[in-house]
Nanobody
């Protein structure tokens, strides 16, 4: 079965950096749309960044543009999220998500309902 395992979260001060990783198994990695989402206490889950499975095109939430970078290593079945200039508003549980578009053209949209496979999450806490 599909399994996504995140790592790399932690606690940092404002302006700090973290790099999240997500190792995928049980899927043909190069055919799956991949994304990062986050959920803060009392808020709905929101999209952060997503990457197309073949052409590598990306989509970012406006709040993270210029600070976060999504990338993937197909040889390692690993998705990354480099987060720089972190702000307290970035504090949340971060989730890796995946799904196979099966020829659909929605990837790399940041729509929660498009993704059927989710990791357990990794906590990111940014203090001021």
């Amino acid at each position: 079965q599909v399994q996504l395992v995140e790592s790399g979260g932690g606690s940092v001060q404002t302006g700090g950096s973290l790099r999240l990783s997500c190792v995928a198994s049980g899927l043909t990695y190069s055919t799956y749309c991949m994304g990062w989402f986050r959920e803060a206490p009392g808020k709905e889950r929101e999209g952060v960044a997503a990457i197309h499975h073949t052409d590598g095109s990306t989509t970012y939430a406006e709040s993270v543009k210029g600070r976060f970078t999504i990338s993937k290593d197909n040889a390692k079945n690993t998705l990354y999220l480099q987060m720089n200039s972190l702000e307290p508003e970035d504090t949340a549980m971060y989730y890796c998500a995946a799904d196979n578009p099966y020829g659909g053209r929605w990837c790399p949209e940041l729509v929660v309902d498009k993704y059927n496979y989710w990791g357990q999450g990794t906590q990111v806490t940014v203090s001021s």
